[in-house]
């Protein structure tokens, strides 16, 4: 049915009322989308991460740095314990002299020094002269006295003056004494084989025999070292340079 024009003239505001209540009503809506609007942007996350792998860069650094400092701590106990190993032995050797030289002294005071027995037992060698006795406890006073370079020329001069005095193997022991004290290790080594090989049946072979384990050890030759201080052990079980040599072999097990 057709409305006459002039009545579609008064109807016209009321259907553009009703249609922008129902517009306004539309786009007020929370769930409706908002017609012309852009699309929404893609909000950036904190940079999180980042700072996440600074942090655990940061700790990889400074547990790499405890471990340095673990490792130094570690070479310096090992250190420690070595020194403290030496200075034992050191002092354990120096008492063990100290008190052999009293009973020399002593000896050589009272007279009591006597001849070594040689390999040949048909050949004794002669009894020690006043002489020479003076001459030994000259290079023994030297030794005293921390005078070493004039003590090792006083060995040197005694075994070559008197050749065939029973303190010859003594004499030959202290030089090699003296060359220790001196870091002279070859010579040392030389003197004390003479003890060993020259003079088997002297006193001071279980002493020579446990200062050429230590000269191997000066050497680094540990292996050897502790063959020959196995060998003092077995062969001269009852010595004070036996004990010696057990003290030397547990330290190297430590």
Do not use: H
């Amino acid at each position: 049915m057709s409305i006459p024009f002039r009545n579609a003239l008064k109807v016209l505001p009321l259907m553009a009322a009703s249609f922008s209540l129902q517009a306004a009503t539309l786009f007020t809506d929370e769930n409706a989308p908002v017609l012309g609007a852009e699309p929404p942007v893609a909000v950036q996350p904190a940079p999180q991460n980042t700072a996440n792998a600074q942090l655990l860069l940061q700790i990889q650094q400074l547990q790499q740095e405890m471990q340095m400092l673990r490792n130094v701590v570690e070479q310096q106990q090992q250190m420690i314990s070595q020194l403290q190993k030496d200075g034992r032995d050191r002092y354990l050797d120096a008492d063990r002299r100290l008190s052999d030289l009293s009973k020399q002294v002593s000896d050589l005071r009272d007279n009591k020094v006597v001849a070594s027995e040689p390999d040949d037992s048909s050949s004794v060698l002669p009894v020690v002269s006043g002489t020479a006795k003076e001459a030994y406890q000259s290079a023994y006073a030297l030794v005293k006295q921390q005078k070493f370079d004039q003590a090792i020329s006083a060995y040197q001069g005694f075994i070559k003056n008197y050749p065939d005095s029973s303190l010859l193997p003594n004499a030959y022991y202290w030089l090699g004494e003296l060359y220790m004290v001196k870091n002279l290790t070859q010579e040392a080594e030389r003197v004390f084989l003479t003890v060993v090989e020259t003079y088997p049946k002297s006193r001071k072979v279980p002493d020579a025999s446990y200062k050429l384990g230590l000269v191997y050890a000066r050497y680094g030759q540990m292996d050897k070292a502790k063959a020959q201080m196995n060998e003092v052990k077995k062969q001269f079980p009852k010595s004070t340079a036996s004990k010696l040599a057990d003290q030397f072999l547990d330290a190297q097990q430590k």
